[in-house]
């Protein structure tokens, strides 16, 4: 090929390029077309990463029951699914939504690739196609919001009792439908699992339905384990034993009032519970105990006399057992609940004791003296008589 004069000279390599681009377009053309060999993920691995995250999930959920050991039993058994919702959320956004994998999967160098991206020839392409949001999204709302709906609503159900219905009953037509519903989810989930044995494509139903499939991190070290998330796991671990080991050794409550005390002011502690308007003989621990369990206005009609009476040394009366156990949970920085003054001691009131001895001796008196002035008057009877 001639070139003009004007035209500046090209370089021989050039030249040797552009003539080799037909030649390369019918190769491209043919690798389309041509089949690859399929990608090859270990199922063990898989399955492996699977119970490294059931794991991982009960340390997790054990550590959580132990943090509410302190709260009523009841507590727990009421808002159970919630809570583990709330953790299998934090784990999802952790995990699969931040880095396209579980803890489990990251420590078999493996993680979620987009299949829907690797079709046909580009099924072992060295690069893979990261999740799309559509399918973070839709993992983490069948997998986190999916098995809370079904736990609570299979509560809801067996506590309301719709099994036990008539069968013209919508509910309990609702009831078998789910029955129904859920043999056949645990039936296509047998399927997928022997199909997964068969390609070791899909490890769940779930990721098959979104085509996320789980390949190799590094694909040099597919045969290679990677400690870095167990070390992790195993600091964070023995963090949290150490935490709790140190919080019951700290009086949280003692914090926390000493931090009322000195933001908010003495007459507004008062005032907000109006215990300094009840009688003497009343015990405002008690009214305060009422108040809280019944969650209702603060006790003005239930009757709360004080038993075994102790004084403060701000001159206030409450029950023994009460105000012992304040002091014992408190120290010397639970206030008073009519005056807000610290209680610092307590001693044994006496004098209501003593009145009533006294006034016991005096009607014992009162009886004698009337007895004897009887006999008095019975003798100059008989006097006279005679």
């Not at 919508?170 to 044995?197: C, D, H, M, P, T």
């Not at 005096?362 to 004698?368: A, C, E, I, L, P």
């Amino acid at each position: 090929m001639f070139r003009s004069p004007s035209q500046p000279p090209q370089p021989e390599w050039k030249t040797s390029w552009n003539a080799l681009q037909p030649a390369l377009q019918k190769v491209r053309r043919s690798m389309v077309t041509a089949r690859t060999s399929p990608i090859k993920v270990m199922r063990v691995s898989q399955l492996d990463s699977d119970i490294l995250d059931s794991e991982l999930f009960q340390i997790l959920k054990d550590q959580l029951w132990s943090a509410l050991s302190l709260f009523k039993p009841t507590f727990k058994e009421q808002f159970e699914p919630e809570l583990l919702a709330v953790l299998n959320l934090c784990l999802f956004k952790l995990s699969v939504y931040d880095s396209s994998a579980t803890y489990g999967s990251q420590l078999q160098n493996l993680k979620y690739r987009n299949e829907w991206k690797h079709g046909g020839a580009l099924e072992s392409i060295a690069k893979d196609a990261p999740l799309s949001q559509t399918q973070k999204v839709l993992y983490g709302l069948f997998t986190v919001g999916g098995q809370y709906a079904w736990t609570r609503a299979n509560r809801y159900i067996t506590s309301q009792g719709w099994g036990e219905l008539e069968e013209d009953d919508i509910r309990n037509k609702v009831y078998r439908v789910l029955q129904s519903g859920e043999k056949y989810w645990k039936a296509f989930s047998l399927l997928n699992f022997l199909i997964f044995l068969w390609n070791g494509k899909y490890r769940t139903l779930i990721d098959r339905i979104l085509a996320m499939r789980l390949v190799y991190g590094k694909k040099s070290l597919n045969r290679q384990v990677s400690f870095e998330f167990l070390n992790r796991q195993m600091v964070w671990h023995a963090f949290t034993e150490f935490l709790l080991f140190l919080v019951p050794l700290i009086n949280v409550e003692k914090l926390k009032l000493r931090l009322m005390r000195s933001l908010l002011p003495k007459s507004y502690l008062v005032s907000s519970k109006g215990f300094d308007q009840l009688p003497s003989n009343q015990c405002a621990i008690c009214h305060d105990n009422a108040s809280s369990a019944e969650s209702g206005p603060v006790g003005q009609i239930q009757d709360f006399t004080i038993h075994n009476p102790y004084e403060t040394n701000c001159g206030h009366t409450y029950c023994y057992y009460c105000i012992q156990s304040k002091i014992s949970v408190f120290g010397d920085e639970w206030p008073c609940l009519r005056c807000g003054e610290r209680v610092e001691s307590i001693n044994k009131l006496v004098e209501k004791v003593e009145d009533d001895e006294n006034r016991q001796e005096h009607v014992d008196n009162d009886v004698k003296e009337n007895e004897d002035t009887k006999e008095e008057h019975v003798e100059k009877k008989d006097d006279t008589k005679e």
